[in-house]
């Protein structure tokens, strides 16, 4: 039987098999195992692989140490066991192993190391990368501080990324470096393998990548296509060995500017790879680096250069200047829309059927360096007079741009030939020329001395006009073609010149001073031109008269003609024998002789109109009159009256003005002295308007605002009358003179007068006159009462002064519990009475009356009282007696005979005039008193007479001791000053107040 003790190994390590051959046991006890043995290790077992066909119940007992140490027990194998490791062992050593046989009783002994230990990378660093290799170190092996015990020797692995290529390296010691079969611009991985006599531990991986620096690339075989302005690609480049992530390519202008550098990257080689961006017209090279990226950085090889390459020229767009000849075309400052060029080339083209006569022909030019000038002349001779269309193409190398820039123009024709002046006027010459051949457009003339050309639209004859009579002038003549380029441009030769004279100017001849018996002819010419002689002719009635002036003046004198005559003059210019164009005045007037308005008189006259007769001159003759009305104040009317009339009208004139007139007579526009007539006026419109101030009185009565219906006035005459009583006679007039108000000062108070108004200028007054009625304000009023009874009682009524209408009297009760009115009382004398009526007895009245003239009342109205007689009934209940209520109750009077009780009863106090005794209590000695009875009021006349009036003595208190027989004086008894009673206003004794 066979045994197999197997350990199997990582991926990429790979360790030795021991083999040895162990005897075969036969018999009931087996056979020796020493026929063969091979064995494989790991950092810590050993597995044993015998060859031995024990019997099924054999047994095998492994012993093993290290060789210099004790065996120790191993594993046992039953029955039917193959394979056994053996384990727990010390890395990289050898060990002793005893196979022992329990058929045969005996033993087979060999020797197996371990393996290394486990690889730790993690502390591993790659640097010095090249094209052909690269370092590294840090490698060590995992729980071992030194080499020994360990491992006894280091393998290294380096895959390439971008070809699979696997490079080994096996080294004593943690770091090395790779220099053969490396590839350049590869992405290198690197794993490492601890080893022990051959037999190698677990690997490790590094994990991170390091390029190698890449090779050149190959820009031999480099292609360009889709060359365009501002891009092209490229296709062709190779790596000359070697991997690559990406190559960076540098598209750079290096001629004839600086143009546009652009930067691709290239991640496919075997592709083709635009550039855009780029400068037109540039000579461009590319430039390659290859480069490879990994996990320590990218790496770059050498950088490569193409070959030079153009970009397509950018389309000329325009030039800076263009000089055009006759035939010869310079261009300058050609440019380009964008970028650069090397060279220029300019076809010129002649454009067949635009300009008749030039023949066909085409001319190409080409510039050395970029901005040169290009010039169309010597053997490449344009045409004169016509059309080309230029064609401008950029190059750069062999590449032109896409399309060209055309610019087409002309050359200038050439100069007129045969130019002659042929005739002249005095404002223009004929001009005459060969024509042109090409034929022109057009032709253009003007003055040498002046810049501005007229164009002509003929072909060989021209008359110049605007020029001066005898004057010498120069004249410039152009042939020009009307180019039909874009835009329209016209080109004119030089010109051809010819000079010719013009002949004197028409007469211009006019009229300066005049007089009334000469005219001054001022002589000259249109346009101003030299003149050395005149012939002048003049007409007078019929007769023809003519003066030959040699002379350069400026005017001449025709004397001894009619004052107000109209004549004809013609005058002739000549120059050197040549004669202008005549001129003829006619109808210019002398001055007329002085206007004679003595005998001017007027007639037909109204509000806007004078008729006037009897114009005239001192002496000569006059075509018409002008007659000028003029009013102070007014406006001024001029009417023109033509001869032979010595009268006229003048109308739309204002009404009241006073005109006088101003009279000239007039030949044509000229006019002799004025004579002034006598002054006229015009009859004044009606007053239509006046104003009455409120303030209006007798003394001062204005009336204002006086107007009339238009124009003027001298006067506005105001008449007032009127027929009533007590008025002032009339009429009175008032006169405004030229302002509008009168006063009157003379009008009597409460009158109505009637006023009439006329305006007048001079002696002519207005047609009608304007009316109106007005009343003065009447002066105070005045009322008296009288012959009152017990229901009525009289009034006399009258002013302070003047007059009135009529008087209005109201009255009502003295407590004014209504009012009631009399109807008006007119007036008819000095004084006016009336009565009122229906009074009630006993009762007061105050009443109003106002003197009035028509609605117009006094200021001041009469206010009094009035009192109807009371009518009384005395203390016997059975007479009667009507007094002035209330007055005549208690007044010391007693109007009640028999018991005088008006004087006693209710008389708590006495009316002005009368004394009121104390208390009416009989005093001793009796006496009889005044009424017979005691009483309460006693006159005046009765206190201090020496009687007991009163029955109580009041009425004789404190009278003097001494008196006069009648009673007029009072001793007061302390100073015994006489105190003189009032005869008019009662006793002043007793009177209720302190005298004394």
């Known amino acids: 039987m066979t045994v197999a003790w197997v350990l199997l190994v990582p991926l990429l390590f790979h360790g030795s098999w021991a083999t040895f051959t162990t005897g075969t046991c036969t018999g009931s006890f087996g056979s020796t195992p020493s026929s063969s043995y091979s064995g494989s290790s790991t950092k810590n077992s050993v597995t044993l692989i015998l060859d031995m066909s024990p019997p099924a119940d054999t047994a095998y007992q492994i012993n093993y140490g290290t060789a210099a140490s004790e065996l120790v027990s191993g594993p046992v194998f039953g029955p039917q066991t193959w394979t056994s490791s053996v384990e727990s062992l010390e890395p990289c050593t050898y060990y002793n192993f005893e196979v022992y046989s329990t058929c045969a009783l005996r033993s087979e002994t060999v020797s197996a190391p371990t393996g290394a230990g ?27 501080s030194s080499v020994s015990g360990c491992y006894d020797s280091y393998m290294a692995y380096a895959i390439c990324n971008c070809n699979a290529l696997l490079s080994t390296l096996e080294t004593p010691v943690p770091q090395g470096a790779f220099t053969t079969q490396i590839t350049p611009g590869c992405p290198y991985e690197l794993s490492f393998e601890s080893r022990c006599q051959g037999i190698g531990g677990a690997g ?40 690559y992530s990406r190559v960076d390519a540098t598209a750079a202008c290096s001629s004839p500017g600086t143009g546009t550098s652009r930067l691709v990257s290239i991640t496919d080689l075997t592709a083709a790879r635009a550039f855009s961006g780029l400068t037109p017209g540039c000579h461009y090279t590319v430039q390659a680096c290859a480069a490879c990226t990994a996990d320590y950085g990218t790496e770059t090889g050498a950088c490569s250069t193409s070959r030079t390459q153009c970009t397509q ?38 454009q067949p059927g635009q300009v008749a006569g030039c023949p066909i022909a085409s001319l190409t030019l080409e510039s050395v360096n970029p901005g040169d000038e290009v010039t169309f002349t010597g053997a490449n001779i344009l045409s004169p007079g016509c059309y080309y269309c230029f064609s401008f193409t950029a190059f750069c190398d062999t590449l032109s741009s896409s399309a060209p820039f055309v610019k087409c123009t002309c050359t200038e024709p050439l100069a007129p030939v045969g130019l002659a002046a042929v005739g002249a006027t005095k404002s223009s010459v004929d001009l005459s020329w060969t024509p ?6 057009r ?34 003549l152009q042939a020009c073609l009307e180019c039909p380029s874009s835009p329209a441009k016209t080109f004119c030769s030089s010109s051809s010149q010819v000079t010719s004279t013009t002949v004197p100017g028409d007469a211009d001849i006019s009229i300066g001073t005049r007089t009334t018996t000469s005219l001054e002819v001022n002589l000259a010419t249109d346009p101003v031109s030299t003149v050395d002689r005149w012939e002048i002719t003049y007409k007078q009635d019929g007769t023809s008269v003519e003066i030959d002036v040699s002379t350069t003046a400026s005017f001449i004198f025709l004397d001894s003609l009619v004052p107000g005559t109209k004549y004809d003059i013609t005058a002739t210019p000549y120059f050197n024998g040549k004669a202008g164009v005549p001129m003829t005045l006619q109808d210019e007037c002398t001055i007329p002789a002085s206007a004679d308005a003595s005998g001017v008189s007027f007639s037909a006259i109204s509000t806007t109109s004078l008729g006037f007769s009897g114009l005239a001159v001192t002496t000569g003759n006059y075509q018409s009159w002008s007659v000028t009305a003029e009013c102070a104040g007014g406006d001024t009317v001029t009417q023109v009256v033509n001869g032979p009339a010595t009268s006229g009208v003048l109308s739309g004139l204002t009404p009241g003005c006073l005109y006088t007139l101003d009279v000239l007579a007039q030949c044509g526009s000229e006019e002799g002295a004025s004579a002034t007539s006598s002054a006229q006026c015009t009859q004044p419109e009606d007053v239509i308007g006046h104003s009455l101030p409120a303030a209006n009185t007798a003394s001062s009565f204005k009336v204002t605002s006086l107007s009339v219906d238009s124009g003027l006035f001298d006067n506005i005459a105001v008449v007032a009358s009127t027929t009533q009583v007590h008025c002032t006679p009339s009429p009175i007039t008032a006169n405004s003179g030229t302002t509008t108000e009168v006063t009157f000062t003379t009008l009597t108070e409460g009158c109505r007068y009637s006023f009439q108004l006329k305006a007048s200028c001079g002696a002519l007054e207005s047609a009608t006159a304007r009316t109106f009625d ?25 002013v302070d002064s003047g007059s009135a209408t009529h008087f209005t009297v109201s009255y009502s009760p003295a407590d004014n519990t209504g009012a009631t009115s009399l109807a008006d009382v007119p007036v008819d004398g000095l004084a006016e009475v009336a009565t009122v009526t229906d009074l009630a007895p006993g009762s007061c009245y105050d009443v109003v009356v106002t003197a ?42 007693n109007h009640c005979p028999g018991d005088a009780t008006d004087e006693s009863v209710g008389c708590d106090s006495c009316v002005t005039g009368s004394f009121r005794c104390h208390d009416n209590t009989p005093k001793s000695p009796a006496a009889t008193p005044f009424f017979g009875i005691f009483v309460a009021c006693i006159p005046q006349a009765k206190v201090c007479d020496g009687n007991n009036d009163c029955g109580d003595f009041s009425d004789e208190e404190y009278c003097s001791k001494t008196k006069t027989s009648t009673y007029t004086e009072f001793v007061c008894e302390s100073d015994d000053t006489a105190l003189e009673t009032i005869s008019t206003g009662g006793n002043l004794v007793c009177d209720g107040y302190n005298d004394c």
Do not use: W
């Open 443 to 476: 032709y253009r003339v003007k003055l040498s001395s002046e810049p501005t050309f007229t164009i002509l639209d003929v072909n060989s004859v021209y008359t110049y006009p605007g020029l001066n009579p005898s004057n010498s002038y120069t004249f410039d």
């Open 774 to 798: 007005k009343c003065v304000v009447p002066e105070a009023t005045t009322a008296t009462a009288s012959s009152p009874t017990v229901s009525s009682v009289g009034l006399t009524l009258n």
């Open 313 to 350: 020229p950018d389309a000329v767009n325009g030039y800076t200047t263009e000089e055009i000849d006759v035939n010869v075309v310079t261009f300058r400052g050609i440019t380009v829309a964008s970028g650069f060029y090397d060279k220029l080339r300019v076809s010129a083209l002649l």
């Open 852 to 893: 009035m003239c028509d609605s117009m009342p006094s200021p001041t109205p009469a206010n009094l009282n009035i009192c109807p007689l009371a009518e009384l009934t005395c203390g016997n209940g059975v007479d009667t007696y009507s007094v002035e209520a209330p007055s005549q109750q208690c007044d010391g009077v």
């Open 436 to 441: 042109n051949n090409p034929a022109p457009t």
């Open 118 to 144: 486990d690889a730790d990378a993690s502390g591993v660093i790659l640097s010095d990368p090249t094209t052909t290799g690269f370092t590294y170190g840090g490698f060590r092996t995992k729980g071992c």
């Open 204 to 243: 490790d991986s590094h994990g991170q990548s390091l390029c190698t620096v890449p090779d050149t690339v190959d820009m031999s075989g480099i292609a360009f296509s889709a060359v365009a302005p501002t891009s092209f690609q490229v296709s062709g480049m190779a790596m000359n060995s070697g991997c």
